[in-house]
């Protein structure tokens, strides 16, 4: 018989939902590993938020209580506090914070993930600990298990994956139900065929991450309005 082409029998390629959900916990491994190393960076970087703006908020509310009882109009409050050079400091420290706060724990996960990937992937596993849980394997595409070289070139393309907005994580619900870092590696992300649906462990995962985002959500927005209160009551005191 001629030889056909595609992966065995027993296998199939995976979908969006098996993939992201072996990828989430991947990432609850390591963003806290990722979390532990930046400690202290991250501790300062907090405080310093939390400071700057506390600081521009009250500045603002200072700004804009002496402006209504003046009279100024809006244009004139808005140029006014773009020149104030107490407002730009506590702007431009916040601003700081806030790169260090969401960057540092990107490139610590990526330097990480990268060594996860690389130890897992081309391993006899032919997977991370996430996507075994999940039956998922990662392969060539002539089925064969890849190498430390194609499993940095995958990594390092999923990075496009991410770039494109997630546009390139998107095409796994497409046939042939390969990702943007997949074509780009020659690689494919596999499934057992018996396996058509999530296990219930795995959705009751997925809609955990859903709730948490939820009150992640939530609390922020109360941080953010207690922020608001606190510098509103600090200019209404002055």
């Given at each position: 018989?001629p030889?056909?082409d595609?992966?065995?029998?027993?296998?199939?390629?995976?979908g969006?939902w098996?993939?992201?959900?072996?990828?989430?916990?991947?990432?609850?491994?390591?963003?806290?590993?990722?979390?532990?190393?930046?400690?202290?960076?991250?501790r300062?970087?907090?405080?310093?938020?939390?400071?700057s703006?506390h600081t521009l908020?009250?500045l603002?509310?200072?700004?804009?209580?002496?402006g209504?009882?003046?009279?100024?109009?809006p244009?004139?409050?808005?140029?006014?506090?773009?020149g104030d050079?107490?407002?730009?400091?506590a702007?431009?420290?916040?601003?700081?914070?806030?790169?260090t706060?969401l960057?540092?724990p990107?490139?610590l996960?990526a330097l990480?993930?990268?060594?996860?990937?690389?130890?897992?992937?081309?391993?006899?596993?032919?997977?991370?600990p996430?996507?075994?849980?999940?039956?998922?394997?990662?392969?060539d595409t002539?089925d064969a298990?890849?190498?430390g070289?194609r499993?940095?070139?995958?990594h390092?393309?999923?990075?496009?994956s991410?770039?494109s907005?997630?546009?390139?994580?998107?095409?796994?619900?497409l046939?042939?139900?390969?990702?943007?870092?997949?074509?780009?590696s020659?690689?494919r992300?596999?499934?057992?065929?018996?396996?058509?649906?999530?296990?219930?462990?795995?959705?009751?995962?997925?809609?955990l991450?859903?709730l948490a985002?939820?009150?992640?959500?939530?609390?922020?927005?109360?941080?953010?309005?207690?922020?608001?209160d606190?510098?509103?009551?600090a200019?209404?005191g002055?």
């Amino acid at each position: 018989m001629p030889p056909t082409d595609g992966p065995p029998a027993e296998f199939r390629p995976a979908g969006f939902w098996p993939r992201y959900a072996a990828w989430s916990l991947d990432a609850a491994c390591l963003l806290p590993l990722a979390a532990l190393l930046g400690t202290g960076p991250l501790r300062r970087a907090w405080a310093q938020a939390d400071a700057s703006l506390h600081t521009l908020l009250a500045l603002a509310a200072q700004r804009l209580d002496a402006g209504l009882t003046r009279g100024d109009p809006p244009l004139a409050l808005a140029l006014a506090a773009a020149g104030d050079p107490r407002l730009q400091a506590a702007a431009h420290a916040l601003s700081t914070a806030l790169t260090t706060l969401l960057g540092l724990p990107l490139l610590l996960y990526a330097l990480l993930s990268a060594l996860w990937a690389l130890g897992f992937e081309a391993s006899r596993w032919q997977a991370t600990p996430g996507q075994r849980a999940l039956g998922l394997r990662v392969t060539d595409t002539a089925d064969a298990r890849i190498g430390g070289g194609r499993a940095l070139l995958r990594h390092l393309a999923a990075g496009l994956s991410w770039a494109s907005l997630n546009l390139g994580h998107a095409l796994i619900a497409l046939p042939p139900h390969l990702a943007l870092h997949d074509r780009l590696s020659a690689t494919r992300v596999q499934a057992h065929a018996g396996t058509s649906r999530l296990p219930v462990w795995a959705r009751a995962w997925l809609w955990l991450q859903a709730l948490a985002g939820v009150f992640a959500l939530a609390w922020l927005y109360r941080l953010l309005q207690a922020q608001m209160d606190a510098a509103l009551r600090a200019a209404l005191g002055s």
